[in-house]
């Protein structure tokens, strides 16, 4: 069973800087990994989606990378901002590529 | 192009009634996904739906029900409601490929009193 896991479950840092956030998964046969932002009492915001073919993804100030081998996936934010400030979530498809399943994500506070 | 839609997004019930929540996809998506968010057990997977059709169910009681219709708008309903069921309840969007990105809603707020 997939399960996905991420640490840090907080993470505080000043603005301006850089920082990873990382997700690992238990079965490294996924297809693809996808991550969110989720601000408080909202919804999901699609970030990336890293498929199983690509090593990483880039937009604007993130980046995303994957390792299957070592079921991984980390998410680089460059020159982070106070508006940075939410919950960002890693969740990979199950087999039948029809459900997500999610870590319980990662609360990033960007103070300035 | 409009996002995902859910309606309405907050509700206040009792214990014992029940609940129909709306999802409206984005325009050409034929695939709308279930989950429920609790501070304690984070998202979990309720059910998917394509083509009007139940592709997926995940580990929810039978309380626990949903259909789409033929325009890809789904409903999900709770009947019986419980304490418990409190949460934030999302909708996501997608075009149905297995696998494919998906987009997500902002939400129904239920509050089971």
């Known amino acids: 069973k997939q399960e996905v896991t991420q640490i840090p479950a907080a993470l505080s840092v000043p603005e301006g800087e850089n920082l990873v956030l990382n997700c690992s998964f238990t079965d490294s046969a996924i297809y693809n990994l996808q991550w969110f932002r989720q601000d408080p009492g909202k919804g999901l915001t699609s970030l990336l989606l890293?498929?199983?073919?690509?090593r990483e993804q880039t937009s604007g100030r993130l980046n995303a990378s994957l390792d299957k081998s070592s079921g991984r996936s980390t998410l680089y934010i460059a020159a982070s901002q106070p508006g940075d400030s939410a919950t960002y979530l890693c969740a990979v498809y199950n087999q039948a590529g029809t459900a997500l399943i999610f870590g319980k994500g990662t609360t990033l506070s960007v103070s300035s | 192009k409009a996002g995902v839609t859910q309606t309405p997004r907050y509700l206040i019930k009792t214990r014992g009634q029940q609940v129909t929540l709306s999802c409206s996809p984005i325009s050409g998506h034929r695939s709308v996904s279930w989950y429920q968010q609790t501070p304690g057990q984070g998202l979990q997977f309720l059910f998917e739906?394509?083509?009007?059709?139940?592709?997926n169910k995940g580990n929810f009681p039978g309380r626990f029900s949903g259909r789409q219709f033929s325009n890809s708008r789904s409903e999900m309903n709770v009947s019986t409601l419980e304490l418990g069921d409190s949460a934030l309840y999302l909708c996501a969007s997608s075009s149905g490929t297995p696998n494919t990105e998906a987009f997500f809603g902002q939400g129904t707020r239920l509050t089971v009193v």
């Open positions: 890293i498929q199983s073919s690509q």
């Open positions: 739906y394509f083509s009007e059709t139940q592709r």
